[in-house]
Nanobody, 125 residues
Framework: QVRLAESGGGLVQPGGSLRLSCAAS????????IGWFRQAPGKEREEALC????????YCADSVKGRFTISRDNAKNTAYLQMNSLKPEDTAVYYC??????????????????WGQGTQVTVSS
């Protein structure tokens, strides 16, 4: 069974930074593109914040571009989301997901085959 597990969330002050990790098990990690998504309280899950293909091409939404960076280490079966200059509106549960179409950078939720359970990020003073 394919599993994705997010970690690294927590409480941070505005302007602070966090690095989220997405650890994958039991599948060929480099056969998948990885996307990061979030869902704020009372809202629907957004389209992908950032996506990274199996070859390392990346996309980040305008709302986080310049603040968030996605990366991956295929040897460790892990993807990361570095989040800087965090704002209260970044408060949400953050999810990683794997897309079998590994070379594409897709932002919608539906193409993604596997999802983690999420990690809470709270930005507050």
């Amino acid at each position: 069974q394919v599993r994705l597990a997010e970690s690294g969330g927590g409480l941070v002050q505005p302007g602070g930074s966090l690095r989220l990790s997405c650890a994958a098990s039991r599948f060929f990690f480099d056969n998948y593109a990885i996307g990061w998504f979030r869902q704020a309280p009372g809202k629907e899950r957004e389209e992908a914040l950032c996506v990274i293909s199996n070859s390392g091409s990346t996309y980040c939404a305008d709302s986080v571009k310049g603040r968030f960076t996605i990366s991956r280490d295929n040897a460790k079966n892990t993807a990361y989301l570095q989040m800087n200059s965090l704002k209260p509106e970044d408060t949400a549960v953050y999810y990683c997901a794997a897309d079998l179409d590994a070379g594409r950078l897709r932002v919608g939720r539906r193409p993604y085959d596997y999802w983690g359970q999420g990690t809470q990020v709270t930005v507050s003073s």
